[in-house]
């Protein structure tokens, strides 16, 4: 399992409309821009309300069209495995599930695409192969793999993946739930098992008489 984030420039397709902004206008008030004028948008500029879209059309329209050759995908040695065209089909229920197949349609492994990061679960020589893919598309930088023959944990969207020895892999926040408590100043507090209330005094209440009807 391999774990990555994307850290270049997002791009705007030219598939868009083409957007005009405003400059900040403290640049106005420094005299940097004339006050009419306006800027065309050529990157996801950061605040813009079609950038996360824009970006995310960009990169699903270059993760579908991308393809990239495993030698010995299939396992065996590497040397006598004959090499093999894979690509990434897009999933129809979850459009951030990606299914990593060859042109037979078999199964080599999955990626979970979201924003800028990118999780890929397969073997190491396909895992190596589409990182190698993926950095000469977009500069990236990469979490430690994890596996069974080593085991570790990595980081996805707050959530820790974790393999151990015996390959069981596990989900956690707990790295997460520490920096909350930090951010908050509450790392130092002592943990209870139940949260104890004080309970208010049950009011009496007047019982009226009710009377069933049937109609």
């Known amino acids: 399992i391999l774990s990555g984030l994307v850290g270049s420039e997002m791009c705007i397709r030219d598939s868009h409309k083409r957007v005009v902004v405003r400059p900040p206008a403290l640049f106005v008030q ?56 894979l690509h990434l089909v897009q999933s129809y229920a979850d459009p951030a599930v990606w299914t990593i197949v060859d042109d037979e349609g078999e199964t080599y492994g999955h990626m979970l695409s979201y924003v800028d990061d990118f999780l890929i679960a397969s073997t190491p020589e396909v895992i190596s192969a589409l990182q190698a893919k993926i950095a000469s598309i977009w500069k990236i930088s990469l979490q430690d793999t994890i596996s069974q023959d080593s085991p570790g944990t990595l980081r996805y969207l707050s959530i820790d993946v974790t393999v151990d020895a015996s ?7 707990a790295c997460y739930c520490n920096e909350l408590l930090e951010k908050w100043n509450m790392d130092q507090c002592k943990g209870v098992n139940s949260i104890n209330l004080d309970k208010e005094p049950m009011e009496d209440y007047e019982v009226q008489e009710l009377s069933l009807i049937h109609i």
């Open 30 to 85: 420094y005299g940097l821009v004339a006050p009419n004028e306006l800027w065309v948008a050529h990157k996801a500029v950061y605040g813009l309300r079609v950038s996360p879209k824009a970006w995310s059309d960009h990169r699903d329209e270059t993760l579908a069209e991308t393809s990239f050759t495993v030698q010995g995908a299939s396992g065996g040695t590497v040397a006598d495995a004959a090499p093999v065209t």
């Open 167 to 173: 390959g069981k892999t596990s989900l956690g926040q």
